[in-house]
């Protein structure tokens, strides 16, 4: 089979060799989780970075735990991110499956929609797993 017939059986919901599919790809991504509260920014022309070291959620195909760390680094406009609210919705995260990869982009699209930064990056440090450990970064500028 052609990369070409691949992409294709993918598209039209078919089963990778290795066992992926649509419903996988899109797990997690419209699951409703808690909201992130903001309040206002008092001063303009900082940036904001936020650790969190203890980020886990399940692999839709394996039902594995994920582990790995979310860093939020944001410069605010109008409203700063409230941080209990934040640490809420992240720990929301653990009884979701959801890759890696969407897992970050859905971040970001949160928070942008929660407190509309100058701009934003999330970046996902996950743990090792298979031999491999994987990095992800997605931008709002």
Not at 83 to 107: P, Q
Not at 117 to 133: E, I, K, M, N, Y
Request: with cysteine; charged share 25%.
């Amino acid at each position: 089979m052609t990369g070409k017939d691949s992409k294709k059986r993918q598209r039209d919901g078919a089963t990778t060799k290795l066992g992926y599919n649509e419903r996988h790809a899109k797990s997690g991504i419209s699951i409703p989780l808690p909201d992130i509260e903001t309040f206002p920014n008092q001063y303009k022309g900082y940036d904001i970075t936020i650790v969190i070291p203890e980020y886990t959620a399940i692999c839709p195909k394996t039902n594995l735990p994920d582990f790995g760390t979310i860093t939020l680094h944001y410069k605010p406009d109008k409203h700063c991110l409230e941080l209990k609210a934040l640490k809420m919705y992240i720990h929301a995260y653990r009884n979701v499956g959801i890759f890696y990869e969407n897992a970050v982009n859905r971040i970001l699209h949160d928070i942008v929609r929660a407190c509309r930064p100058v701009w934003a990056q999330v970046t996902g440090d996950f743990s090792a797993r298979g031999g491999l450990s994987s990095k992800i970064q997605a931008r709002y500028r």
